[in-house]
C-alpha cells in the first residue's frame, strides 16, 4: 500500500511559480518510479512528467518542458514537481501518481496509486 498527499497549489498570476510537493508513505519510496498527472475541467487526464526510483531519468511533457522540472528526495519521502512561467492553460487538478512496478510511464494505467490531486489556478 502506498499513501500520497500533494500540496502546494493555489491561485497564482500569469508568470509566475508554484512548487507542488507530493508525500509517500507505506512502502519503501525509493523502490518505485513517480509521475504527475493533470487534469482540468472538460478533459482528459494529461501526463506531465515522471521520475525514476533512484531520480536519474526524468522526462517532460513537451507541453511543459523547459518550464516544470520533476524531483525527488527519497530521504524525505516526496517528489516535487517545480514549476516556473506559469500560463492559464496550466489551470488544472495536479495528481501524483505511484507506479510500483515500472520506471514510470506517459500511460496513467501504469500508475498503481494516486493522490487525492490539488488545484492549480494561473490568472491572465
Known amino acids: 500500500q502506498v499513501q500520497l498527499v500533494e500540496s502546494g497549489g493555489g491561485l497564482v498570476q500569469a508568470g509566475g511559480s508554484l512548487r507542488l510537493s507530493c508525500a509517500a508513505s507505506?512502502?519503501?519510496?525509493?523502490?518505485?518510479?513517480m509521475g504527475w498527472f493533470r487534469q482540468a475541467p472538460g478533459k482528459e487526464r494529461e501526463f506531465v512528467s515522471r521520475?525514476?526510483?533512484?531520480?536519474?531519468?526524468?522526462y517532460i511533457a513537451a507541453s511543459v518542458k523547459g518550464r516544470f522540472t520533476i524531483s525527488r528526495d527519497n530521504a524525505k519521502n516526496t517528489v516535487y514537481l517545480q514549476m516556473n512561467s506559469l500560463k492559464p492553460e496550466d489551470t488544472a487538478i495536479y495528481y501524483c501518481?505511484?507506479?510500483?512496478?515500472?520506471?514510470?510511464?506517459?500511460?496513467?494505467?501504469?500508475?498503481?496509486?494516486w493522490g487525492q490531486g490539488t488545484q492549480v489556478t494561473v490568472s491572465s
Open positions: 501518481a505511484a507506479d510500483l512496478d515500472g520506471t514510470g510511464s506517459r500511460s496513467s494505467n501504469e500508475y498503481d496509486y
Open positions: 507505506g512502502r519503501t519510496f525509493s523502490t518505485y518510479a
Open positions: 521520475i525514476t526510483r533512484s531520480g536519474s531519468f526524468t
